[in-house]
T-cell receptor, first 116, second 113 residues
Framework: AQTVTQSQPEMSVQEAETVTLSCTYD???????LFWYKQPPSRQMILVIR??????QNATENRFSVNFQKAAKSFSLKISDSQLGDAAMYFC?????????????FGKGTKLTVNP | DGGITQSPKYLFRKEGQNVTLSCEQN?????MYWYRQDPGQGLRLIYYSQIVNDFQKGDIAEGYSVSREKKESFPLTVTSAQKNPTAFYLC????????????FGPGTRLTVT
């Protein structure tokens, strides 16, 4: 079974600075998808970024980018120019590309605090 | 506006009572999911459905039941057999292919006393 590990329960960053959140996963599959979700205090889960395992290029969405290291099974999220609105829980998630295995497997999350 | 609605936002029940949480989506998604979130934990899958009139157990299905009579709706019933039902429940939906991300509703906080 696949597992996702987020080793940093809490992180903090100064406004306008850069922070990196770590995520590692365990799988025997070669084709899969990885996601970062944000959960602000409202508790609505919001997709931040996604990465297809077959793509070597790291995904980028505005101030958010990932460092995907397939051999190391690592998928970190970098937030540049941090803003107060980035404060939230961040969850890393794995989804198999195998048909019939559409469920997301989540890590336990990292709570990000942004200090003004 | 397209999206996923869950109602109510907060729900209180007495122990021993069944309770049904609603989830409706107008995104024309084929697949729908129910997750449970506990403090300090990630989300855990309860049930999912890829097509109407079909659903599969997730990792923690015991004490829960679902139905999928319409594409838009996937209600979750928390039965009295669920030993620790107090939690935050999130519904999600996606197109069936695994590459598509899941979109989440706003969640329902269930408290059982």
């Amino acid at each position: 079974a696949q597992t996702v590990t987020q080793s940093q329960p809490e992180m903090s960053v100064q406004e306008a600075e850069t922070v990196t959140l770590s995520c590692t996963y365990d799988t025997s599959e070669s084709d899969y998808y990885l996601f970062w979700y944000k959960q602000p205090p409202s508790r609505q889960m919001i997709l931040v970024i996604r990465q297809e395992a077959y793509k070597q290029q790291n995904a980028t969405e505005n101030r958010f980018s990932v460092n995907f290291q397939k051999a190391a099974k690592s998928f970190s999220l970098k937030i540049s120019d941090s803003q107060l609105g980035d404060a939230a829980m961040y969850f890393c998630a794995y989804r198999s590309a195998r048909s019939g295995s559409e469920k997301l497997v989540f890590g336990k999350g990292t709570k990000l605090t942004v200090n003004p | 506006d397209g999206g996923i609605t869950q109602s109510p936002k907060y729900l209180f029940r007495k122990e021993g009572q069944n309770v049904t949480l609603s989830c409706e989506q107008n995104l024309n998604h084929d697949a729908m999911y129910w997750y449970r979130q506990d403090p300090g934990q990630g989300l855990r899958l309860i049930y999912y459905s890829q097509i109407v009139n079909d659903f599969q157990k997730g990792d923690i299905a015991e004490g829960y039941s679902v139905s999928r009579e319409k594409k838009e709706s996937f209600p979750l019933t928390v039965t009295s057999a669920q030993k620790n039902p107090t939690a935050f429940y999130l519904c999600a939906s996606s197109w069936a292919a695994s590459s598509y991300e899941q979109y989440f509703g706003p969640g329902t906080r269930l408290t059982v006393t």
